[in-house]
């Protein structure tokens, strides 16, 4: 995804704390993100540049990923069985929060990942409508306190946040928040719970329904990439070649994921142009009426020149009634 120092505000930032890994130089070292939701990835992108470009569409250019599982600072709550972890397949420029999970990674499993993916433009002619009436945003068209990049989802999070912290004082731990923020606790997790999320319970009478985000006009971007996927599970014993199975890592797992060569594209547009509009509306005075373009100038004569030339008419003839009266009384 895109480093977070070029998806989050500087604010934002320095409350996260980021792991370090092997290419953490290449990651913070990256000024500018290499590529844009609405053109894709520059001329100037290089192979390492973040998020990275797709090679190819099938299994010889799948990525990869392979897991050692710790058996460590387990606790009783922890599954004996079933050990693994949570696959997460989101747009670069979105946060992980609020997505549902994509696959459940268990251990001793292969898990072969194919996606397909749609991506979603607006047409140009509807590029001078307000964003309420084409019901989507261009990246200049919002900005967000918490991102640097707008989405919905990302728009969703941050309205989440402001609503709890108006309403309760506080956030939630996994909410956007400033340096100075608090934090919800358990006395404000009810508050924060009904004020942050739309909440029914037919069990609890303290739960219901607000539907605050909808006042926060979160709208779908105009260039949008979405996923689907499909997952297939292979169960292989690939512990078996392990040594020592009892040392740190006794588990294994195996994720590989490609993309399928189908890409859809859809376009949003204005399901009548005005062109085809009128077009619409001259077609049908033609067929019902007998009507045409001669018509409309006609029908502007007759109750716009014509009535006003006949009022003038009339004027002018009061005017000389009364002239020629004066005359012989004189």
């Given amino acids: 995804m895109v480093p977070f120092h070029q998806l989050l505000n500087d604010d934002y930032n320095q409350v996260l704390s980021n792991l370090n890994h092997s290419k953490a130089d290449i990651i913070t070292n990256a000024k500018n993100t290499a590529w844009n939701p609405e053109i894709g990835f520059n001329k100037n992108a290089k192979p390492f540049n973040l998020p990275w470009k797709v090679t190819g569409d099938t299994v010889e250019d799948s990525v990869i990923i392979r897991f050692n599982l710790q058996n460590e600072n387990t606790r009783k709550h922890c599954p004996k069985t079933d050990k693994g972890m949570t696959l997460f397949l989101h747009s670069p420029i979105d ?159 195996i994720i590989v994921m490609y993309y399928k060569r189908n890409l859809w594209t859809i376009q949003r547009t204005a399901l009548i142009p005005v062109n085809e509009l009128l077009g619409n509306i001259g077609g049908s005075l033609g067929l019902f009426l007998g009507a045409s373009i001669i018509s409309v100038f006609e029908l502007i004569y007759f109750f716009v020149v014509r009535l006003y030339v006949d009022r003038w008419n009339k004027n002018k003839v009061k005017k000389n009634v009364k002239k020629t009266r004066k005359l012989s009384l004189v």
């Fill in 95 to 253: 946060v992980p929060a609020n997505i549902q999970p994509t696959a459940y990674i268990a251990v001793n499993n292969i898990a072969y990942i194919t996606t397909t993916f749609t991506w979603v433009t607006t047409s140009e002619s509807i590029l001078g409508w307000k964003p309420d009436i084409r019901h989507c945003y261009y990246q200049h068209e919002r900005t967000l306190k918490f991102f640097r990049i707008y989405t919905i989802n990302n728009c969703d999070i941050e309205c989440r946040a402001n609503n709890s912290l108006k309403m309760c004082g506080c956030v939630a731990y996994y909410h956007p928040r400033d340096m100075d923020t608090p934090i919800c606790g358990s006395e404000n997790y009810k508050c924060m719970r009904q004020y942050s999320n739309d909440v029914y319970s037919i069990f609890d009478k303290h739960l219901f329904t607000i539907n605050t985000t909808n006042d926060c006009n979160c709208l779908d971007v105009c260039t949008d990439i979405r996923f689907k996927h499909n997952v297939v599970y292979t169960h292989r014993n690939l512990t078996k070649k392990v040594k020592n199975p009892q040392k740190r890592y006794p588990y294994k797992s």
